[in-house]
């Protein structure tokens, strides 16, 4: 059974950083790719940033120049650098992955920015 664990969620200011990290049960070149999913109270899940078993990174225009996608294959690990953020990067961050049909998600973690 493939597993996606998440951490480095927080609370933090307007401006601060954090990064996340997304631990895979499987190398994560299995994946076709792998990526950052947002949920804001009352709003559908949002891609965030998402890379590709190739290494081609896709953002939401609202986070390109302040996020970073990266992977560590040796360790089967994902990350997102987050800078300068803001109150409306505010939500429940998914590690998702595509493999087959479903995709693969973990369970969340909180990210709080206030201004």
């Known amino acids: 059974q493939i597993q996606l664990v998440e951490s480095g969620g927080g609370l933090v200011q307007a401006g601060e950083s954090l990064r996340l990290s997304c631990a895979t049960s499987m190398s994560i070149f299995n994946f076709k790719s792998i990526g950052w999913y947002r949920q804001a109270p009352g709003n559908q899940r949002a891609m965030v940033a998402r890379?590709?078993?190739?290494?081609?990174?896709d953002y939401a225009d609202s986070v390109k120049g302040r996020f970073t996608i990266s992977r560590n294959s040796p360790k089967n690990t994902m990350y997102l650098q987050m800078n300068n953020l803001k109150p409306d990067d505010t939500g429940v961050y998914y590690c998702g992955a595509a493999i087959g049909a479903t995709p693969v998600w973990g369970q969340g973690t909180q990210v709080t920015v206030s201004s």
């Open positions: 890379i590709t078993a190739g290494g081609t990174t």
